[in-house]
C-alpha cells in the first residue's frame, strides 16, 4: 500500500543537502569509527510502509555499511500491492526514499526477481540476485549480514546460484510462524505467516536445502513491536518533510484499515524494525544483539503448509522471543531528529 512514485519524481527534486553512505554529515559530533558491519537489506517497499521506517533507520545508522538495497517481490495479487512488477515498484519506492534524502548513492538499489521461485533448483536470476553473490563472495574481514523483511527469492536465488555465500553470511529474518513451546498464534491468524506466503519454496531452499546461519524473528515477536499513533504523530510526523512523508504511509493503511471495519486503531506495527536493532545496535564489547533474547534451536524444516518439521542434526538457529523496543525505537526517533534538523539547516 505504500504510494509508488511516478516518474516525475526524477525531475521534480528535492530541495535537500546530499550525501553519500559512508557518511554521516548531520552527527554535529562525528562517529567514533567505521563501520563494523556490512549489510544488505532487502525488503518489499511497495507493500506494508514498516519497511520504509527501517530503510531510513539503516541508512542513518554509520555502525553499518549499507552494501546493497534489493527491492523484493510480493505475492501475487498482495492488498499492499498487487502488481504487477512489485520488485520495480519496490525499487521506485527506495529511490524516492534516497532522494527524499539527499542521499546519492543509488547505485547500491537492486532490482530483485518479480515472481517467486518455480522449484527449489532453480533460481529467479536478477539483479539483486547477482549483487548478493558478489558481495558475499567479496573479501572483507567484517561480517555481512543479509537482512530480509519480506520473502526470501533473492537470496534463495542467490545461495542456489553460488552455494558458497552460506558460509559467508548471517541471515536475519522477518518471518514465519510461531514456534511450539514459544509463542502461540494470534487471534485469526493466517495459517502460512505473510513473509513465508511470499514465496514457500524460496523459504524451504533458505530452511532446508542450505546450510545458511539464520536468525529468525517469527511472527509472535515482530508483532511486539507496536508503536502509538500518538508517537508517531509527535515524533515521526513532526520531524520534517521526511518524517511527515513516513506516517503519511502510515496514515494511509490505517485509514484504509477503518473503512474496512478494522479500526481505527492507535497502534501500529513496525515489525521489520528488529532489521536495524540486531545488527547496527549491537553492543560494543562481546558485540551481539545482547539487549534482545533468543533461543537456540535445531533448524526445522518447512513444510508446505508453512510449520515446522523438526530434522535431527540440524544446524543450530537463533529464534528471537523478545525483542527491546524501546533502544529500537528511541533510537530511530532521535536519528530521525537529528537528520531531518541538519537537513533543515542546509536545505
Known sequence: MTQVPGPEFRTQGFDVPTWRLGAAPWQAIPSHGPARQRVILDNDFSGDPDDLYQLVHHLLSPNVDVRAVIGSHLREGD?????????????????????????????????????????????????????IVDEAMRDDERPLFFLAGGGLTDLAS?????????????????????????????????????????????????????????WQVPRDVYRQCLVSDAELRLRVAATGPLGRYLYD???????????????????YALGDSPLVLLTALQSLFEADSSSSKHV?????????????????????????????????????????????????AGS
Not at 502488481?83 to 530483485?112: K, W
Not at 510462524?177 to 519454496?201: F, Q, R
Not at 504511509?249 to 497502534?267: D, N
Not at 518447512?302 to 538457529?317: I, N, Q, S
Open 79 to 131: 492488498p499492499f500491492d498487487p502488481g504487477p512488477d512489485t520488485a520495480r515498484n519496490a525499487v521506485a519506492v527506495a529511490e524516492y526514499v534516497f532522494a527524499q534524502m539527499g542521499l546519492a548513492s543509488t547505485e547500491c538499489i537492486h532490482e530483485g526477481a518479480n515472481a517467486p521461485l518455480v522449484d527449489r533448483s532453480t533460481p529467479q536470476h536478477s539483479a539483486a540476485a547477482q549483487a
Open 158 to 214: 542467490a545461495y542456489l546460484i553460488e552455494p558458497r555465500i552460506a558460509e559467508r553470511m548471517t541471515v536475519v529474518w522477518i518471518g514465519g510462524l510461531e514456534h511450539e513451546g514459544l509463542a502461540s498464534p494470534p487471534p485469526d491468524a493466517m495459517p502460512i505467516e505473510y513473509n513465508l506466503l511470499i514465496d514457500l519454496v524460496a523459504g524451504q531452499v533458505v530452511f532446508n536445502d542450505s546450510d545458511l546461519t539464520i
Open 249 to 267: 504511509e502510515i496514515a494511509l493503511v490505517m485509514t484504509r484499515a477503518a473503512e474496512q471495519g478494522r479500526g481505527p486503531a492507535e497502534t
Open 296 to 344: 537456540v534451536r535445531p533448524t526445522p524444516a518447512l513444510a508446505d503448509d508453512g510449520t515446522y518439521v523438526e530434522v535431527p542434526d540440524a544446524r543450530d538457529m537463533r529464534v528471537y522471543t523478545w525483542v527491546d523496543v524501546r533502544l529500537m525505537f528511541e533510537d530511530f526517533y532521535l536519528k530521525l531528529d537529528e537528520f531531518s534538523r541538519w537537513q533543515a
